[in-house]
């Protein structure tokens, strides 16, 4: 079980979050048809390093963007998303 | 057999084997006891029935398995060697009929030819009719302890802890790692899998002084570390967690506190693994016999117990480590017939030996004969020379394989060493460290089998001999991962503990390749088994799963309803009165909806309080259809799409101001429309200026339906009630309110929300009021038959996550402008396409239309869609159903046969408008 360091509540063990998706799944409201298709069913899944989105739900429940290896876990940074992350 | 150092007199502890009753001595493993008292059989194998004994003293043990415990307390499988006596212990030896001495079930051993390697995938080229008597034959042959039949009476408990250093292994190396960082001023955790600290200082004579364990544990405690006894950390997680498993109990004793067991998550800073070593058996004839055991297993009965396993003992061995069992069974009184000596020239150990043992160089056991009970003689080959042994115990030490099992959960790697001929620790991407013996394994020889590949085995526990790996080589499986599942070698209980090696030797042979070439197979959790009660902890009986109660739960209760399991919730299915079973009470119910009025509980709908100048905006993005003209005080029904364009929920949207609105939708899909919703929220649009609040239980929710709904509301309120589709705030029984217009059975009728807390004395109100006009309550069978007869679609019924909105007929109200989730997925041309599923309504042309049933062309030909929901109309009883059907809207008046051959129904049905009641919508007006 990893151990996600949460932008808003410091490292919290996973069954703390749930994951949802990669960041390159997720479709924009005025993508088109076929790029929307590439993004929901046509990934990368890189053997490797990938954006993902988090959210702790049994915390903040923030969502949060993980840049994760996908083989050794190692956690490279997590970054908060929603209104608080807007510059 | 009683050792020197043991007294008889201090046997006071009484257990029994297979009814038997016997004496143990406190801290005597079973296997100890069992020894102490001459039990040399102690289980039957797996496959061939054969007698087996006692071959270990610790948890790697393959053959002395037993059932201990009774009734919901009862462990299969038990390693007696892993089970300290208690008084009362009940322990049953395993596979065997009628008795562990006299198994009929022995007979299958003469016939082991039938039953070799891969036997189970060559059944399957028989004739089918075959397996079947295969099939019988197999489950009552092989196997080993039967799952308790009782529920285990039992807790289990579970906790977390936090520490700079774990160190796994009470041995000395873990001890005095153990003491350094507590020392150096670490937060300690100790664990160790024994019920003593000392590991291999247990059974070996060392200069470290009676009572360096002791002190050294004292030190760890002082520094304010933790010891965790009966402890064995099973598995290593990603980021250094590991899991612990403690043994508050021994198996099958009843808990002084109720708890048996703890399973503890330890994040740990850094892991040091000191888990020492495993002794390899070596392979030869009959080397499974009751009176084969292994050399360091044989020094702690001697040393440790108190018991001698052998009085004529031979030790055959690849490493000068055994030379000390020589050394101790010697002091003990047994008589060393021969050491056998597999390596060419004498090393100092054995040099030193020769004067006080007869040592053979070149020495291997070939193979061992006796009784079912005990050891009778050993034939080995000296110098190329046949000899044999009298002897009832042949010691054997065919080399050390370190325990790396956590390193490699961990993610580490191994490295071969030539020397130990054994897999050592190398790198780990986590923070752990092998030390002691586990990283410097004892020196050892390759060693070869001699003897009958047949009767050699290598995996005790699932009776794989050497013969069996030779022939899966023979029959083409290369690689170990093959070898492994077609001979389920490494595969029982124990996960090969004592024969992986030699396996992988044998393969390596096959290749021609090292070793380490043949590879490995991959070490998973749990390193020793663990029982289901401790994952499951305290999640059991009625914690298995969540159940939320209705605010109304009471007033439900009060009226002993049947009630239903709906997402979390359970709510009420019916209100039976007077005896009437479900169908009765609901038919009742929704007759008295459709000629009276009816009232029900619709608190757990999911509700959303949307919020804030881009309200609108944001609504627009969540629902397909437009909100933005939607005027103050109005609502609309809406549903929602996935990215993929397929419809996932429906609703209502209401505006309540200006900038406030609420969205209902399903209960059922209450916390994925809440997930979405702050997805659309926080990922794909933070920059808007709203809030989305889960107000779902914050109001509990009253729907009252009928032809009188609306005077007995009016009545309530003093005022006149809302228009459908529009909203209202009021005080009913001194209680504010929001009344909502709203209707889902298809009669004028309200939703009443109230804070969940004031819910009481509206409910009463209402049931005051509606018992006047001769109304009832409803549950949910009532309001299923209702919303059928109207045509309205239910998530998860027709809302199946597979259909468009032109699917389900709600096309028309997608909003034109898009800019919903949804909007491109359902451009894509297929869902457009025809020979889609589309939803219809069914009038059946002979009895009720079974519920699930197919709809086909012919009997049992030609499937052409199926049925969501069936029910019957409300007042004539005239069955009906809602269906899924290709093309179905073009297809009004077709008939077609509904049909259920797993229940032999089928029902000529004739396709209609899915609205079977008011479709106009006519009793919504005033």
């Known amino acids: 079980m990893m151990l996600i360091p949460c932008p808003h509540c410091g490292p919290r063990a996973q069954a703390e979050f749930v994951y949802e998706r990669t960041l390159d799944s997720v479709v924009a409201l005025d993508a088109g048809a076929d790029d929307a298709m590439n993004s929901l069913f046509t990934r990368t899944n890189p053997r490797g390093v990938d954006e993902e989105l988090w959210r702790h739900t049994y915390g903040c429940r923030a969502w949060m963007a993980v840049r994760r290896h996908r083989v050794t876990h190692e956690i490279e940074s997590v970054q908060p998303v929603g209104p608080e992350a807007l510059p | 057999m009683t050792g020197p150092s043991r007294s008889p007199d201090g046997a006071t502890i009484n257990f029994t084997f297979d009814g038997r009753p016997l004496k143990a001595r406190a801290g005597d493993t079973l296997a100890a006891a069992l020894l102490a008292n001459g039990i040399g059989l102690v289980g039957r194998s797996f496959k061939y029935h054969r007698p087996r004994g006692i071959m270990t003293a610790g948890i790697e043990e393959p053959n002395a398995l037993v059932t201990v415990g009774e009734g919901g307390r009862a462990e299969p499988n038990t390693r007696a060697t892993d089970v300290f006596v208690y008084e009362g212990l009940v322990a049953r030896s395993q596979n065997r009929w009628p008795s562990l001495s006299f198994d009929l079930g022995a007979v299958f051993g003469l016939f082991s030819k039938a039953l070799p390697a891969g036997f189970y995938y060559k059944t399957f080229f028989g004739p089918a009719k075959l397996w079947l008597v295969y099939e019988w034959f197999i489950r009552r042959a092989a196997g080993l302890g039967n799952a308790p039949q009782e529920a285990d009476p039992d807790r289990y408990s579970q906790r977390a802890a936090f520490c700079d250093v774990l160190v796994v292994g009470g041995g000395p190396a873990g001890l005095q790692a153990a003491v350094d960082a507590a020392d150096a001023g670490k937060r300690v955790i100790l664990v160790e899998q024994d019920a003593e600290l000392g590991g291999s200082l ?585 919303r059928i007869e109207k045509g309205h679609v239910v998530v998860s019924g027709e809302v199946d996550g597979r259909l468009s909105p032109h699917d389900l007929g709600l096309a028309g109200m997608l909003n034109k402008a898009g800019g919903y989730v949804g909007e491109a997925g359902l451009s894509r041309p297929a869902l457009a396409a025809p020979g889609r599923l589309q939803l219809v309504g069914l009038e059946s042309l002979g009895g009720p239309i079974p519920e699930g049933s197919m709809l086909t062309l012919e009997k049992g030909v030609g499937a052409q869609g199926h049925v969501t929901a069936a029910a019957y109309r409300v007042m004539s009883g005239d069955p009906i159903a809602l269906a899924l059907l290709t093309d179905g809207r073009s297809r009004t008046g077709e008939e077609l046969i509904a049909s259920s051959p797993t229940r032999n129904q089928y029902v000529r049905v004739r396709v209609t408008a899915p609205h079977f009641y008011d479709p106009a919508g006519e009793r919504y007006r005033d």
């Open chain 2, 202 to 786: 247990l059974r070996d004579p060392h200069d470290l002084g009676p009572d360096w364990t002791s002190t050294m544990a004292a030190r760890i405690r002082d520094a304010g570390g933790t010891i965790l006894m009966r402890t064995t950390a099973s598995g290593y997680w990603e980021h250094d967690l590991v899991t612990l498993v403690q043994r508050i109990t021994e198996p099958g004793q009843v808990p002084t506190d109720g708890t048996a067991q703890r399973l503890w998550h330890v994040r740990a800073g850094k892991v040091i693994l000191a888990t020492g070593c495993i002794e390899r058996p070596i392979a030869f004839a009959h080397n499974d016999r009751p009176g084969v055991m292994l050399s360091q297993a044989v020094r702690t009965y001697v040393r440790r117990f108190g018991v001698l396993p052998g009085k004529r003992v031979v030790i055959a061995t690849n490493n000068d480590d055994a030379y000390l069992t020589a050394q101790t069974l010697s002091d003990a009184g047994a008589e060393v017939v021969a050491i056998l000596d597999a390596r060419s020239a004498l090393s100092a150990t054995a040099s030193e030996a020769q004067g006080r043992f007869t040592v053979h160089t070149n020495a291997v056991p070939k193979a061992a004969t006796g009784g079912m009970h005990q050891l009778k003689s050993v034939k080995a080959t000296v110098s190329a020379q046949d000899v044999s042994y009298d002897a009832d115990l042949l010691a054997v030490s065919g080399g050390f394989t370190p325990v790396t099992h956590l390193h490699m959960q961990a993610g580490g790697t191994l490295d071969f060493s030539d020397e130990a001929q054994a897999f050592v620790a190398a790198e780990c991407r986590q923070n752990v460290e092998t030390i002691g013996s586990a990283a410097n394994p004892p020196a050892a020889l390759p060693l070869a089998l001699h003897g009958d590949p047949k009767t050699s085995f290598v995996d005790f526990q699932n009776d794989v001999s050497i013969a069996d790996i030779d022939l899966a080589w023979a029959e083409g499986y290369r690689s170990v991962e093959h070898l492994k599942r077609y001979t389920t070698l490494g595969m029982a209980t124990d996960q090969g503990k004592t024969s992986n090696m030699a396996a992988l030797a044998r393969l390596a042979e096959r290749q021609h390749a090292s070793i380490p070439d043949a590879g490995l197979t991959t070490f998973r959790p749990p390193y020793t088994p663990v029982t289901m009660g401790l994952l499951a902890g305290r999640n059991h009986r009625d914690a298995g799963a969540h159940v939320r109660r209705l605010a109304l739960w009471n007033q439900h209760q009060a009226a002993k309803p049947i009630w239903q399991p709906a997402g979390y919730w359970m709510r009420p299915r019916a209100f039976p009165r007077n005896g009437e079973d479900l169908a009765t009470s609901a038919r009742r119910e929704a007759q008295t909806v459709r000629s009276a009025v009816g009232m029900t509980d619709v608190s757990s709908l999911a509700k959303f309080e949307v919020s804030g100048p881009d309200a609108a905006k944001f609504l627009e993005m969540i629902c397909a259809t437009s909100v933005a003209k939607l005027a103050i005080g109005r609502g609309r029904y809406t549903f929602m799409l996935r990215e993929d364009g397929l419809v996932f929920d429906d609703g209502t949207v209401w505006r309540l101001d200006e900038n406030r609105y609420l969205l209902t939708s399903s209960t059922g899909g209450a916390d994925r429309m809440a997930t979405h919703i702050s997805y659309v929220r926080q990922v794909l649009h933070p920059e808007l200026r709203v809030s989305a609040v889960n107000v779902q239980e914050h109001y509990a929710g009253i729907a009252v339906a009928g032809p009188l709904a609306k005077a007995a509301l009016s009545a309530m309120i003093g005022t006149e009630p809302p228009r459908h589709m529009s909203l209202a705030s009021a005080t009913l029984a001194g209680v504010p309110v929001l009344l909502l217009g709203a209707s889902y059975s298809g009669e004028r009728a309200f939703e009443i929300y109230v804070e969940a807390t004031h819910g009481a004395p509206v409910w009463a109100a209402c049931e005051t009021a509606l018992a006047e006009r001769g109304g009832c309550t409803y549950g949910l069978e009532a309001m299923e038959i209702l």
